[in-house]
């Protein structure tokens, strides 16, 4: 159990819809990052959030935005899904550097779009 | 850039045996490393990290890691595993501290009874 939560478990869509998932972290986390995990392969860096501020992106296009809350909350959105976006979408958090604290991970969201 | 090879897709090792699952990394410094494992339906899990000091890291669950920068390697082992540690298994590096990990493609372990 790593006090990170993540909603909905699964989700399904068709191509071209939008899609929010939800993140809550551990009371105290200020830093979120998201990570996108195709089938059979490991997880790719999107983006993370430090103080409600995007603090660094990965190799994603802009239609894949986030926002992090002050209630230690944030939110991945997709628009305009495409059908290689289905994925486990993993939220992380942590409440400061790694040389200090350890990164938690939530269970995930599968989203599959048809 | 960052990379992360992990050579072996599937290992297959007898309950008992012992394990070592390979990872290899690309970055100019020594980076941030880490070993995770991930069971059906599970979140991630730290297994141990190393960041600087003693090359041989130990973690939970009985494993343990050495860090050989001569190799640019990290390999992950157990000297005796058991039916749960079935599982996937990433390495995964930080680079430049953030916690923007670049991971492996991961190595499913298979128990065998």
């Known amino acids: 159990e790593t006090g990170v939560t993540q909603s909905p478990t699964h989700l399904i869509k068709t191509r071209g819809q939008q899609v929010t998932l939800r993140c809550s972290s551990q009371s105290g986390h200020n830093t979120v990052s998201w990570y996108q995990q195709a089938l059979g392969q490991g997880p790719q860096f999107i983006f993370q959030y430090y103080r409600e501020e995007e603090n660094g992106r990965g190799n994603f296009p802009p239609r894949f935005s986030g926002l992090q809350f002050p209630n230690y909350s944030s939110e991945l959105n997709v628009n305009a899904l495409e059908l290689d976006d289905s994925a486990l979408y993993l939220c992380?958090?942590?409440?400061?550097?790694?040389?200090?604290?350890?990164?938690?991970f939530g269970p995930g969201t599968r989203l599959t779009v048809l | 850039a960052q990379s992360v090879t992990q050579p072996d897709i599937h290992i297959t090792v007898s309950e008992g045996a012992s394990l070592e699952l390979r990872c290899n990394y690309s970055?100019?410094?020594?980076?941030?490393l880490f070993w995770y494992v991930q069971s059906p339906g599970q979140g991630l899990q730290l297994l141990l990290k190393?960041?600087?000091?003693d090359t041989l890291v130990q973690g939970i669950k009985g494993f343990e890691a050495e860090f050989k920068r001569s190799q640019s390697s990290f390999n992950l082992r157990k000297p005796s595993v058991h039916w749960s540690d079935a599982a996937e298994y990433f390495c995964a590096v930080d680079g430049d501290s953030n916690y923007q990990l670049i991971w492996g493609a991961g190595t499913k372990l298979i128990i065998k009874p």
């Open positions: 992380a958090s942590s409440s400061s550097g790694p040389d200090t604290d350890t990164q938690y």
């Open positions: 190393y960041f600087s000091g």
């Open positions: 970055y100019g410094a020594t980076p941030y």
